[in-house]
């Protein structure tokens, strides 16, 4: 039963300590802090491409509604319509006329990857984004969507329309990266770092600092006395046996 305890206390790790152990290594936490945000301030000012974003919104009409009224089976049959019109929008031929009609320089998968289409707050309107390095190609891509989508949409859903809510524009200031963003997260991830390599650093460290508080944590048994450390040589973070010196002297 002995044996188990001394085992079961030997792993046991104090919360407190380790914390204390790291705001005593304040400095090493301040400097990756600070190595972290010039890394993501290097990186965002001349590694990271900009892109600028240009949208257009639309919105659903199911074209059963009536003139004088709307119900609200008539806007969840228009919300529906969302998802369906944004997968002819990304997987039609749509693409393949956006292309055509901007004549840029890439195929329907890369033009994909630039367009993100959402609903706005889970109504009858949907947003397209374009994100793009060039600002004006971005808008040029948009507004070749805002020209094409709505005959695609009334070529395969028959009555159905989609009206412009919002005309796209050339972006003046790039969406991202988000500078302030970055500094932020790599000041983060430095402290981080620096916490897990100080935590890390002292837990593996199995040299003795404290021998009564091993003795204590290791044996049931009371300790009764304690000789206090008298070397000169020793600063008190090890525990190590008093060495007498100049002996004969």
């Not at 301040?30 to 000012?45: E, H, K, N, P, Q």
């Not at 008190?236 to 007498?244: E, L, Q």
């Amino acid at each position: 039963m002995d044996h188990k305890q001394r085992k079961k206390t030997e792993y046991e790790l104090d919360l407190i300590e380790i914390i204390n152990v790291i705001l005593k290594h304040w400095w090493v936490l301040l400097v990756t802090a600070v190595a972290g945000i010039g890394l993501m301030f290097f990186y965002t000012r001349y590694v990271a491409v900009p892109e600028y974003e240009s949208s257009v919104s639309f919105y659903v009409n199911n074209g059963q509604r009536s003139e004088d009224k709307i119900s609200t089976s008539d806007i969840s049959a228009s919300q529906s319509l969302v998802d369906t019109y944004i997968v002819i929008l990304k997987y039609g031929t749509t693409l393949d006329a956006v292309i055509e009609d901007t004549e840029i320089p890439c195929d329907t998968t890369e033009l994909s990857k630039k367009i993100r289409c959402s609903s706005i707050n889970d109504t009858e309107v949907f947003q397209v984004t374009v994100s793009d390095p060039s600002p004006e190609q971005a808008a040029r891509i948009a507004r070749s969507i805002e020209k094409i989508l709505p005959d695609k949409v009334s070529e395969v859903i028959e009555g159905s329309t989609v009206r412009i809510v919002r005309n796209p524009t050339v972006p003046s200031a790039p969406s991202s990266p988000n500078l302030m963003k970055n500094l932020i997260l790599g000041g983060m991830a430095g402290l981080l770092l620096s916490c897990v390599y100080v935590a890390l650093r002292f837990i593996l460290d199995d040299r003795i600092r404290d021998a009564s508080r091993m003795l204590k944590e290791s044996y049931p048994y009371p300790v009764l006395a304690e000789i206090p450390e008298l070397s000169a040589e020793s600063k008190g973070y090890y525990y190590s046996s008093y060495t007498r010196k100049n002996a004969n002297g």
